[in-house]
């Protein structure tokens, strides 16, 4: 945790002075042998798990770069991993983004060598969450939306509100909702709350999710307090998650689409919905290591994941929606009707992971920092 606190520490200082840094890749050589990366579970498939979702082999035979991943549950472990080394790539959330670069942990990027870099979304390119100072930390991958999975055999219809997960209350099939539900075992999850409470105590004032003063923070603490006598697990491992919802009688809890898509393709009783309140959201950057040791291999996959066929098949697999607009037509896997289903229309419905810092905008610089998000979490966990 000590590592996830010193970045957040330092963040303001150092985002004013990183966008004076400049690309230091000039032009690509011969590729190295090798990529490691490390990414969110289901963002880079080999075809192990299904044969029809591979983007790993043909990049290998054509660029002679071995993809070696390891996988991250949260953002945190994302951090912690790339403060390690090791690495040269991470897909990582808006809420570890600015972290990595504020800890000098990523490059910037030359997307002149990015040939595909012209097909990405415009709402995305010079995102916050990776731009700074006009300077590219990386290059958009995917995004989506926090949605609400539920059993629905429990709910015959779609739940309307967050409230399932976050009050005690009787559910449609006459039991309780304690230790039936989850939550997400992330201090982003701080968010979910307070995107609650916009919605339900107005009176608040709160703004923006991630922006929280101290009287809006106590109250999302609050009904994070009252979450936990109710949650079963806090989930942070996709599998596991999963496995719940199949074995150990979870009925209802935030999660990803890639989890729901399992569940379906696994003909469990499980669907998902956007309740009242909106949701949070996640836009997803691949960022390179500072000190990369295989930079060639890892622009050139920098460019194959902004391929077409590669951003529509992700999409397809995970629940997602591509950075690249092309994606959402002629993709087999995906659809004609895939992005429209994920929530491409949603994009300025969902409020965007991103790392709280003190100076905010709408509550006159007096923020809580994301180094008391992790720590006040941890005690909500643990039940303080």
């Not at 800890?103 to 990015?114: A, E, F, H, M, S």
């Not at 106590?218 to 919802?245: C, M, N, P, S």
């Not at 199949?246 to 689409?257: D, F």
Request: contains cysteine; hydrophobic residues 40%.
């Amino acid at each position: 945790m000590n590592s996830f606190l010193k970045s957040c520490t330092a963040l303001t200082v150092a985002l004013t002075l990183s966008g004076q840094a400049i690309a230091q890749v000039k032009e690509l050589g011969k590729g190295e042998g090798e990529v490691n990366i490390v990414a969110w579970p289901g963002y880079i498939e080999r075809g192990e798990t299904d044969k029809g979702y591979d983007w790993v082999t043909a990049f290998e035979k054509d660029s002679g770069c071995k993809v070696n991943v390891k996988t991250a549950n949260t953002s945190d472990e994302m951090v912690s991993l790339m403060n390690e080394g090791g690495f040269d790539l991470v897909t990582a959330s808006g809420d570890a983004s600015l972290r990595l670069v504020a800890g000098k942990r990523v490059q910037p990027i030359n997307t002149d060598l990015i040939p595909g870099w012209k097909t990405v979304d415009d709402r995305l390119k010079d995102a916050p969450w990776f731009t700074v100072g006009g300077v590219h930390y990386g290059v958009p991958y995917q995004w989506g939306l926090n949605i609400l999975m539920y059993n629905t055999e429990v709910f015959k219809e779609a739940p309307k509100s967050w409230n399932v997960v976050f009050e005690e209350m009787k559910l449609p099939d006459g039991k309780s909702n304690k230790g039936r539900v989850q939550a997400y075992d992330g201090p982003i999850h701080i968010a979910d709350a307070a995107n609650y409470l916009m919605f339900h105590k107005p009176e608040l004032g709160i703004k923006d999710p991630y922006e929280l003063n101290e009287d809006q923070y106590k109250a999302a603490l609050e009904l994070l307090r009252v979450q936990r006598t109710l949650v079963g697990r806090y989930w942070h491992d996709a599998a596991i998650q999963v496995d719940d919802f199949q074995n150990e009688g979870v009925v209802a809890s935030g999660s990803w689409p890639y989890q729901v898509n399992t569940l379906v393709a696994a003909k469990k009783p499980v669907a998902s919905t956007v309740p009242e309140e909106g949701v949070t959201g996640w836009a997803d950057t691949t960022m390179m290591e500072a000190d990369a040791a295989h930079p060639n291999c890892a622009y050139m996959w920098l460019e194959h994941s902004l391929a077409p066929k590669v951003q529509g098949d992700v999409s397809a697999w995970f629940g997602s929606l591509p950075v690249v607009p092309a994606a959402c037509k002629g993709n087999e896997l995906l659809g004609e009707e895939g992005c429209k289903t994920n929530g491409y229309d949603n994009f300025d419905k969902i409020k965007f992971w991103k790392t709280p810092v003190s100076k905010c905008v709408t509550q006159n610089d007096q923020c809580v920092p994301y180094y008391r998000w992790v720590s006040d979490y941890i005690g909500v966990i643990g039940g303080r």
